[in-house]
């Protein structure tokens, strides 16, 4: 079973703005279609003839006219008010051109607990619609009063028998109440009128408030929408794939890029169901280098820190004011740039196939960046994170033209260092609006695998955190934000980025560290005092640790040390990290301590 | 029973900040004392005994050390670990100054279902904890493993027989799950160690997630905490009212007005429970006027508008740069000023006693406004609200100092209007960190009373909004704040504000409107195809309401007639409305078509 024949689709409900702002960002992202959400019709200035004009012109389908409310078993005298309604909602379809009306489920009090009347008054009013050349989708929402599930919801189209009344099935309504969708392939495939897809995190809530504000994106959430298509699929179903998702933060979010991030989950879910469309993710080896646009003071300020961490300046970029500096396998990048202070500008990491990996990229509506190099330099293949940082693919061992070291004179060899081997991982503050678009992108285009989204207490607001890996675990990126949008009184620092350092003996390299002037972070008394409590270390163990300001925990797998520099050009702060065993983390129970700490330096270089 | 004599607490979890922000917003509001909260402890750079000394020159006593995990009904092994955890917490408390330790029901893996066993190693930790001079409070979690009622804590704690061992009681854990706190009556007061008061509104969640993010203070939510607290202090409690409200929003705020919002909270509590402290809230009659800051260039827009709209400029202020506009009891002063547009700077309302509302509001915590006034003109009592609107108690018709209207020459009869005849409601957006202080703000106090928390989807983002209003609706005061933080993307107002004016028919009134000139906002075609659908008016009714670009909705009392200007001076808008019948909202399912219209009126314009 293939799908990638299927048209793709999206509801106007899951995008912000007017249906004129909706429209527009659907037919930019390369929909084929829309569903029109009737409160966004009420709401435009265009008339439901011109708004179909309209999506024309984008050469957009209006696939679906929805939600028409709590039609049916009800006594003789609402149905014919039901019925009036309807007549003129058809006029509006008629208007607008579109030809599948959705009708959800009733809540009403004014409904009875009676199929067979639902089926018969169903039944007319399909007779009336197909009078109008239209279709009735009938679909079970998860909180209807009486008809809750996709099996209910299609023994009573069954018994309606009308050509012109159908289901619609959302993944949603289904899959929030655990239904089991394998019955799906049951129902034949004509009598499928339409497919709403939407993802959800597994949430312990009323599934009306669950719906309403937190569904995602497909792949965004934790729902197997790969399965629950294809059960839809293999029933004959060939209609659009139709993404219907409301979001408290995709509702006021710019539809632009919310659009692409939709889209986005559709090609990856057409992926998941082999569509041959794309080609795979390259396998990534590890992080190659991070490169940071430094003003000049920062500049200053950075070289000094990595000094003190052990780096060493090893060479320059031939024709771009852009330095190296190296320890083992770790690799910072520092790029003199106006911008002010400093910025994680460029995550880049190994691939065995850097121009598939950005084909890739580009099929997947990653935006490539184009580079400008002379003949003779590497043609790094580089494409733009949600958040603008750029994300170059390399192979830094190769013999070839993707072997960006050959662009830097070397001006001095490597110094003895202070026990870094390589970039364990680097952690992303992301801008409020691109939380879930950037783990998404992450997955997509890079094929990186994301872990559970875990949240803690920071000193100024709950924080969000995501972190998408490789299945070896040698590319880590870890994605945070804060719960709510940062407020302002919340002093510090605007979306501070971690460089992450390997470190095979976290004490040793923060002794070395300390001896050659880095800039570390002191951690106060308490946190070792708990930590005796909570975790008990060897008490020499306790000493060290706290001697050096080196953090600790543990979970089943290992153990993790792990210590801070300040904050460095107004934004960035190098970590070392030692991984004993298996521990799986990123010491995300020592953040908000270390956030405290971050917080104290700042006011006091203030 | 009096609470008048109780000490007012506050856990430092309550607040945003580090432990320093958030001892001194505490003491800045007049708290007695603090709980601390152990992960603020441990992330401080201050060590215990330090942070004992800060609280003491900042007179906040520490009345609660918080909170102790998963230590009763454990296998031996680990009670032994537990107890070396909890003398290591001790030696902490014994460092701070604290003398009595939460110890909250458990949730760990390694706890069995066995009363006896939990009893006799609390009787354990009480006897150790006895003899540091520390007393346990011990609470039912209301998602404890096993322990998880008021009542089982209870059982257990007499079973346990330690007089170092009581109950802590949280309103929050026995409220959620609808416990009768009734039998609180009967537990001896001296076992009732520590009361902590939360409030919340009525969420269907999962009740650990409703905990963690979404208590609010007292007076904000939906239980009933003075019923709660009688009970409490009926029992022969002595110790003091203290908050511990885990909140997204507060967890993010400025600590300073957040700690001030709490202990307005806890006043209004004591009030409610007879404490005498208070002067009553003087009854509050209806709008006396609202006042606009206007720049030059607004202030000619707003003439212009008050013109078509049916308004007079009927008088100057004898010494102040204010010209007073009026028609009927509607009354609306342009008062000209620096900043730049037009925006809402004064609510004035009606009071019998102007000075007691000021004196109440005062000891509210409310900032009285400092007025310049010639001895010969009126003393208007004034206060800040937390936006910094000022609130000005008058007495319009009086013979006294507090008639403002003395102060006005009069320089214009009122003319012939366009049918308002008062203002019905102001409508003001608050800013997103203050919207749960606001509603309590006006309820605390002006005495007026909370209508239930709304939400709507606006074209950039859910808007929850809420209406406060004496009992008799004639001062009404819609709060309404983005859901998030208003974020970047989104075009037009910022925090926009409306003036709702009264008139017995707005058909009327709008077409004299349009006829004087008024800027009167065009609703589309497709709103009324849709209400024909929805609420069927009569065709004659729907044709005029149509041609005067007039809303509709109707409730099981009433109907109301309402509609708009454009937006003027880029924040203010005028509103026009009829009720008839008992007809009790202020149209919000209109909002979002209302809004979308906004918005192209402002692209039109700019």
Request: with cysteine; charged share 25%; hydrophobic share 45%.
């Amino acid at each position: 079973m293939s799908s990638t024949d299927s048209r793709r689709s999206i509801a106007t409900v899951c995008l912000s703005g007017t249906l004129e702002d909706k429209l527009t960002a659907a037919a930019r992202a390369g929909f084929d279609g829309v569903e029109i959400f009737e409160n966004d019709l009420v709401a435009s200035s265009w008339s439901a003839k011109e708004i179909g004009e309209h999506c024309s012109e984008l050469g957009l389908s209006i696939d679906l006219y929805q939600p028409f409310r709590d039609f049916e078993a009800v006594p003789p005298d609402v149905l014919a008010r039901n019925l009036r309604r309807a007549e003129l909602k058809f006029d509006v379809m008629g208007r607008l051109g579109a030809d599948t009306m959705l009708v959800c489920s009733s809540v009403s009090p004014d409904a009875v607990d009676d199929d067979d009347l639902a089926a018969e008054q169903l039944h007319l009013l399909a007779e009336r619609a197909a009078a109008r050349g239209i279709r009735i989708a009938y679909e079970a929402l998860a909180w209807g009063r009486f008809v809750n599930t996709y099996e209910h919801s299609w023994r009573i189209v069954r018994r309606a028998a009308h050509p012109a009344l159908g289901l619609c099935l959302d993944s949603f309504h289904i899959l929030s109440r655990g239904s089991d969708p394998a019955a799906i392939r049951t129902i034949p495939g004509e009598k499928l009128f339409f497919l709403q897809l939407a993802d959800a995190p597994r949430l312990q809530m009323d599934v009306l408030q669950w719906s309403r504000h937190h569904r995602l994106f497909p792949g965004q959430g934790a729902f197997d929408l790969t399965a629950f298509t294809g059960h839809v699929l293999a029933a004959g179903y060939r209609g659009p794939l139709s993404l219907e998702v409301f979001n408290d933060v995709f509702r006021q979010a710019d539809p632009g890029p919310a659009a692409v991030d939709a889209m986005r989950s559709l090609l990856g879910l057409q992926e998941t169901l082999g569509a041959a469309g794309l080609p795979p993710a390259p396998a990534l080896s590890g992080h190659a280098f991070a490169e940071l646009a430094v003003d000049a003071d920062a500049e200053v300020r950075l070289a000094e820190a990595l000094r003190g961490l052990g780096f060493t300046e090893t060479g320059h970029h031939r024709s771009k004011p852009v330095r190296l500096w190296r320890q083992g396998d770790a690799r910072i990048l520092l790029n003199s740039a106006e911008a002010p202070g400093a910025s994680v500008a460029a995550v880049a990491v190994e691939s065995a196939d850097p121009v598939a990996s950005a084909k890739r990229a580009q099929r997947l509506l990653a935006p490539i960046l184009p580079r400008s190099h002379r003949a003779d330099e590497a043609d790094l293949s580089a494409i733009a994170a949600p958040d603008g940082t750029s994300v170059f693919f390399c192979r830094t061992g190769a013999d070839t033209a993707d072997s960006w070291l050959g662009d830097f004179t070397e001006t001095s060899p490597e110094g003895a260092g202070a026990g870094v081997t390589g970039i364990d991982h680097l952690a992303l503050t992301q801008p409020f609006d691109h939380f879930d678009e950037a783990a998404l992108f992450y997955r997509a285009v890079l094929g990186l695998a994301p872990e559970p989204v875990t949240e803690f207490a920071a000193p100024f607001g709950l924080v969000r955190s995501r972190t998408v890996a490789d299945p070896s675990g040698r590319v880590r990126i870890a994605l945070e934000s804060a719960l709510l949008r940062r407020g302002d009184w919340a002093p510090g620092v605007r979306e501070p980025q971690r460089i992450a350092l390997t470190t095979g003996d976290a004490l040793a390299s923060a002794r070395r560290m300390r001896e050659l002037g880095a800039p570390l972070l002191e951690i106060p008394g308490n946190y070792y005092d708990d930590l005796d409590a909570r975790l008990a270390p060897e008490p020499s163990l306790l000493a060290a640790l706290r001697e050096e300001s080196v953090l600790y925990d543990r979970d089943e797998h290992g153990e993790l040390l792990h210590f801070f520099t300040v904050v460095l050009g107004g934004r960035v702060i190098f970590e070392v990290v030692q991984r004993i065993g298996g521990y799986a983390g990123d010491g995300a129970a020592n953040s908000p301590v270390r956030m405290a700490a971050h917080r104290r330096q700042r006011a006091a270089a203030a």
